[in-house]
């Protein structure tokens, strides 16, 4: 008998395994990887009821399609799509978002996204793939981890750990759902500790738009140039978060991809409250800046883990009436 799989239809433009990333190698120069917003990916794990850190799929601007020929728990989390489960029998029913979903043998076509460009499907017993260095992150730079460290594509066949335990014949769906971070607004506020650079105070002065050219290693930005003072610069340890200000004047912001170093200068860091909108960011959005000190970061980050607690405690009370 085969291990349950999940054979990949078409893969979107840029489909990965990521679970909550590597820790502790960024000394040899390993980058951290992982789902860009962690906090969406263990939420869908959460309603499958994935304990740990499964890995999961996390896709970008449209999401894959996927076979399957055994029944599956699913959960969709991040930002919105229309979403659409086509039976063996061609019959088609809509699978809703933020709520565990049990489907039948068929296909799950995940459709373009919504207020937001990048989600996270969870499968109940997770994706059979070997951990490398302690994750089952797929490092797109280093091409190891996830599949074979690359971005899904058509054709390829995803292992799961064990059986799902579902016996659903039909779709099945409760009409709750739940949500951890409000859809962006029409101009993203990002907070950040500055620097003691020059032009670090000068972030929050003007307003910025994503540049089309940013991926997971970093959000280029597009607006009035900043200024950059000649001279050399020593190359220093960098993180996701890091704001660097190449010789263009226009900041790019490293993510879970991100190199270990870099000899640009440093304008400062993202508060961690709020590297989960960056993860969302499309292509020409406005976002602004605003400087905060790290009381004011700490007390935000309190703040949000407070805000995910509760939210577990719904949700173990949801979860135990299905």
């Not at 728990?73 to 809703?96: F, N, P, Q």
């Not at 059979?128 to 981890?145: A, I, K």
């Not at 074979?148 to 016996?167: F, M």
């Not at 010789?247 to 409250?273: F, K, N, S």
Request: some cysteine; glycine content about 10%; overall charge neutral.
């Amino acid at each position: 008998m085969s291990a349950p799989h999940i054979k990949v239809i078409a893969p979107g433009p840029l489909t990965t395994l990521q679970d909550a990333g590597r820790h502790g190698w960024r000394h040899v120069g390993v980058a951290h990887a992982g789902a860009l917003d962690p906090d969406s990916a263990a939420l869908a794990n959460r309603l499958v009821g994935n304990t740990g850190n499964e890995a999961v799929l996390e896709y970008t601007l449209t999401g894959p399609t996927l076979a399957f020929d055994s029944p599956l728990r699913i959960a969709l989390c991040g930002a919105l799509t229309d979403a659409l489960h086509v039976a063996v029998d061609g019959t088609r029913t809509a699978v809703g978002h933020g709520r565990p979903v049990e489907l039948p043998p068929g296909q799950l076509r995940i459709g373009r996204l919504r207020l937001g460009i990048r989600g996270w499907l969870a499968v109940a017993s997770g994706f059979d793939v070997p951990e490398v260095l302690g994750s089952r992150s797929t490092d797109l730079r280093g091409g190891f981890g996830g599949l074979d460290g690359r971005a899904l594509a058509r054709g390829d066949a995803l292992v799961l750990r064990a059986p799902s335990g579902v016996a659903a014949e039909v779709p099945s769906q409760p009409a709750w759902w739940v949500e951890f971070d409000d859809p962006l607004p029409a101009e993203t506020l990002i907070r950040y500790l500055p620097s003691s650079h020059p032009a670090a105070m000068r972030l929050d002065a003007s307003h910025w738009q994503v540049d089309p050219r940013s991926n997971r290693q970093g959000l280029r930005l597009h607006g009035h140039a900043l200024e950059v003072a000649p001279g050399d610069i020593i190359s220093a340890a960098v993180a996701p978060g890091t704001i660097q200000l190449p010789p263009d004047g226009r900041p790019i912001v490293l993510l879970a991809d991100a190199q270990t170093t870099g000899g640009y200068p440093r304008l400062g860091h993202v508060a961690a409250v709020d590297m989960p909108r960056l993860a969302q960011l499309a292509p020409g959005m406005p976002l602004r800046w605003q400087a905060v000190d790290a009381h004011q970061s700490r007390a935000l980050w309190q703040a949000r883990r407070a805000q995910w607690r509760r939210l577990m405690c719904l949700l173990d009370e949801r979860l135990s009436t299905l």
